[in-house]
């Protein structure tokens, strides 16, 4: 969270380190919202999903910003518009990397900014992507971007607090994108605002709330809103009017450039590439040239492109096929009506879990829906809530039991009939004590507050493996290496497993250890399973030591502690 300043004007201001908070907020905010930005876009083929696109494209700067610790704000800047540049996925992806890359233009010469700098980035940004697209339109991301950055940099003349800065933005942006459906007749013809716009007001919304560290103080879960005021939702979008005859080119072209003739302006690709298309967007910087095109010819634009350069990557759909078969998908697998359990119970439990043997343990301490995911596989808000309408009871507790969950989650409280309470676990050992603590004849309040003192006794601990060469918390890992880890933290790597689980053993045990969980997953055997129980047994000889099948992916061995 950021923190004010202590000047006789109070401000929060923004470094490297909360600008990081800020991107990786934004970046698991629209992973969230995807599937909701993926309906609003009425185009008829797509060339790729704009929430499905926006999330891969934020998640590539994520991934990289996430191994880093007390960055400048000029490194956060470098990495976020290398990787987006390098990660961007269709015309919204690439969009979205040039707001950022526009605004880390002005943020990475500071060390620390205040709101007046920051809404000058927002307005580079918007500048920047208007610069990169051949033709902008008008009702999109780009007019979303430009009036809140308008908004922000009159604000910011007589109030240089970023918070109100950036809260002024967010107004300006939601407003902008109620009016896309009065500004684009594509959009007006369905009667949906543009996903594009309704994605960067997600984004805005998640950066505030990651500089004050207050989740409530913004609406982020507002639904966009129809023209008449009413909240939308896939089924109120009328997409028929839609056919192949309103695509105009055919393949949708993407390619990134090393670029090596620097005597060469992009300038001349873009024009050559509205020559032979549309929807046209080139970005460029000292090393790379990333482009968008719908051209009939694809084989041409690639040949202009290579007089650049050397080819790094290429992506050719037919969106013509695309769009047959996403109405052929859409005729078939029409989303069914939510299906809401009677209320039979006073409380019910829904778990998140992946394994056989960890779902099945969750089930025997009485949960009723277990929702398959966990690491690289988190479920979704609607996975989470078509879970919660299936337990039969009025009061639903949920267990994420993944930090990354927790959020998903919580967004399904406001959507359920039922009350919801989520119980924010952020591991499998956390999750199987908050069960174990649960007392039936306890009124609710009380029953999540001993759920949540049980997850506070026990220590969580996983054993994996490195799936490639890396640079972690200032340590070397090379691909196949264990690894362990406690509460998250990376507490050693090796190419020796017994070294590994002895460090790890060391790290959660002590005198007062008593009890010990150990579930097997992925890659253990009796081998490993032998040297597991030999390692805690050492470090803590007193203590019940249980190793139980669990089945789950990733991790060889998750270990609970108590």
Same mark, same amino acid.
Not at 101 to 117: I, Q, R, Y
Not at 209 to 234: C, H, I, R, W
Not at 245 to 270: M, V
């Given at each position: 969270?950021?923190?004010?300043?202590?000047?006789?004007?109070?401000?929060?201001?923004?470094?490297?380190?909360?600008?990081?908070?800020?991107?990786?907020?934004?970046?698991?905010?629209?992973?969230?919202?995807?599937?909701?930005?993926?309906?609003?876009?009425?185009?008829?083929?797509?060339?790729?999903?704009?929430?499905?696109?926006?999330?891969?494209?934020?998640?590539?700067?994520?991934?990289?910003?996430?191994?880093?610790?007390?960055?400048?704000?000029?490194?956060?800047?470098?990495?976020?518009?290398?990787?987006?540049?390098?990660?961007?996925?269709?015309?919204?992806? /690439?969009?979205?990397?040039?707001?950022?890359?526009?605004?880390?233009?002005?943020?990475?010469?500071?060390?620390?900014?205040?709101?007046?700098?920051?809404?000058?980035?927002?307005?580079?940004?918007?500048?920047?992507?208007? %610069?990169?697209?051949?033709?902008?339109?008008?009702?999109?991301?780009?007019?979303?971007?430009?009036?809140?950055?308008?908004? !922000?940099?009159?604000?910011?003349?007589?109030?240089?607090?970023?918070?109100?800065?950036?809260?002024?933005?967010?107004?300006?942006?939601? %407003?902008?994108?109620?009016?896309? /459906?009065?500004?684009?007749?594509?959009?007006?013809?369905?009667?949906?605002?543009?996903?594009?716009?309704?994605?960067?007001?997600?984004?805005?919304?998640?950066?505030? /709330?990651?500089?004050?560290?207050?989740?409530?103080?913004?609406?982020?879960?507002?639904?966009?809103?129809?023209?008449?005021?009413?909240?939308?939702?896939? *089924?109120?979008?009328?997409?028929?009017?839609?056919?192949?005859?309103?695509?105009?080119?055919?393949?949708?072209?993407?390619?990134?450039?090393?670029?090596?003739?620097?005597?060469?302006?992009?300038?001349?690709?873009?024009?050559?590439?509205?020559?032979?298309?549309?929807?046209?967007?080139?970005?460029?910087?000292?090393? =790379?040239? %990333?482009?968008?095109?719908?051209?009939?010819?694809?084989?041409?634009?690639?040949?202009?492109?290579?007089?650049?350069?050397?080819?790094?990557?290429?992506?050719?759909?037919?969106?013509?096929?695309?769009?047959?078969? %996403?109405?052929?998908?859409?005729?078939?697998?029409?989303?069914?009506?939510?299906?809401?359990? !009677?209320?039979?119970?006073?409380?019910?439990?829904?778990?998140?879990?992946?394994?056989?043997?960890?779902?099945?343990?969750?089930?025997?301490?009485?949960?009723?829906?277990?929702?398959?995911?966990?690491?690289?596989?988190?479920?979704?808000?609607? *996975?989470?809530?078509? !879970?919660?309408?299936?337990?039969?009871?009025?009061?639903?507790? =949920?267990?994420?039991?993944?930090?990354?969950?927790?959020?998903?989650?919580?967004?399904?409280?406001?959507?359920?009939?039922?009350? =919801?309470?989520?119980?924010?676990?952020?591991?499998?050992?956390?999750?199987?004590?908050?069960?174990?603590?649960?007392?039936?004849?306890?009124?609710?309040?009380?029953?999540?507050?001993?759920?949540?003192?049980?997850?506070?006794?026990?220590?969580?601990?996983?054993?994996?493996?490195?799936?490639?060469?890396?640079?972690?918390?200032?340590?070397?890992?090379?691909?196949?290496?264990?690894?362990?880890?406690?509460?998250?933290?990376?507490?050693?790597?090796?190419?020796?497993?017994?070294?590994?689980?002895?460090?790890?053993?060391?790290?959660?045990?002590?005198?007062?250890?008593?009890?010990?969980?150990?579930?097997?997953?992925?890659?253990?055997?009796?081998?490993?399973?032998?040297?597991?129980?030999?390692?805690?047994?050492?470090?803590?000889?007193?203590?019940?030591?249980?190793?139980?099948?669990?089945?789950?992916?990733?991790?060889?061995?998750?270990?609970?502690?108590?």
């Amino acid at each position: 969270m950021a923190t004010k300043s202590n000047s006789q004007s109070p401000v929060y201001t923004v470094n490297g380190e909360i600008f990081r908070d800020m991107i990786l907020e934004a970046a698991a905010e629209i992973e969230n919202e995807k599937e909701l930005i993926n309906a609003l876009n009425v185009f008829p083929v797509p060339d790729g999903d704009t929430g499905t696109n926006m999330s891969l494209t934020l998640n590539n700067a994520a991934g990289e910003l996430a191994k880093t610790t007390a960055p400048t704000l000029k490194r956060v800047c470098e990495i976020t518009s290398d990787a987006l540049l390098r990660g961007a996925r269709g015309n919204s992806g /690439v969009i979205t990397s040039l707001l950022f890359k526009g605004m880390s233009k002005v943020l990475k010469t500071k060390e620390e900014v205040d709101g007046a700098v920051f809404a000058d980035a927002l307005a580079e940004g918007s500048a920047t992507a208007y %610069k990169a697209v051949m033709k902008p339109a008008e009702g999109t991301i780009l007019t979303v971007s430009r009036l809140a950055a308008d908004a !922000a940099v009159k604000f910011a003349r007589k109030n240089r607090d970023t918070e109100a800065v950036l809260r002024h933005a967010i107004d300006a942006a939601q %407003k902008a994108l109620d009016n896309t /459906v009065n500004q684009n007749p594509v959009l007006k013809k369905a009667g949906v605002v543009d996903a594009g716009g309704y994605g960067y007001v997600i984004i805005l919304k998640a950066m505030l /709330v990651s500089l004050t560290g207050e989740p409530g103080m913004y609406d982020k879960n507002a639904q966009p809103k129809l023209p008449d005021g009413t909240a939308f939702t896939v *089924d109120t979008a009328d997409f028929s009017q839609f056919d192949e005859g309103e695509i105009t080119f055919t393949y949708c072209t993407e390619f990134l450039l090393k670029r090596e003739d620097h005597r060469r302006s992009p300038n001349r690709l873009r024009a050559f590439l509205d020559s032979i298309g549309d929807c046209v967007v080139v970005v460029d910087d000292e090393e =790379v040239i %990333k482009v968008h095109v719908h051209t009939d010819t694809p084989d041409r634009a690639l040949g202009e492109g290579l007089k650049f350069g050397s080819l790094l990557t290429v992506k050719i759909e037919n969106m013509r096929e695309q769009h047959a078969k %996403k109405a052929q998908e859409d005729a078939e697998n029409k989303a069914p009506e939510r299906v809401i359990a !009677a209320p039979d119970n006073r409380y019910g439990f829904v778990s998140v879990a992946a394994g056989e043997g960890v779902c099945g343990i969750f089930r025997d301490l009485g949960v009723d829906s277990v929702v398959e995911g966990g690491q690289t596989m988190n479920p979704s808000t609607e *996975d989470i809530l078509r !879970a919660v309408d299936a337990t039969p009871a009025k009061t639903v507790f =949920v267990l994420p039991n993944n930090k990354n969950i927790i959020m998903a989650a919580q967004q399904a409280v406001p959507l359920s009939d039922k009350e =919801v309470i989520v119980i924010e676990s952020k591991t499998i050992p956390q999750g199987v004590s908050a069960m174990l603590a649960f007392d039936p004849d306890a009124n609710s309040i009380d029953n999540k507050a001993n759920m949540c003192d049980a997850m506070g006794m026990v220590t969580s601990g996983q054993i994996t493996f490195a799936a490639r060469d890396s640079d972690f918390d200032g340590k070397e890992i090379k691909e196949g290496d264990f690894m362990c880890l406690c509460e998250g933290k990376l507490i050693h790597n090796s190419r020796v497993f017994e070294t590994v689980i002895a460090e790890l053993a060391q790290t959660m045990c002590n005198e007062f250890s008593g009890f010990i969980t150990v579930f097997s997953g992925e890659g253990a055997d009796e081998t490993t399973d032998e040297q597991v129980q030999k390692a805690f047994a050492a470090c803590a000889p007193n203590a019940e030591i249980n190793i139980v099948p669990g089945g789950q992916p990733v991790y060889s061995y998750i270990v609970s502690v108590e």
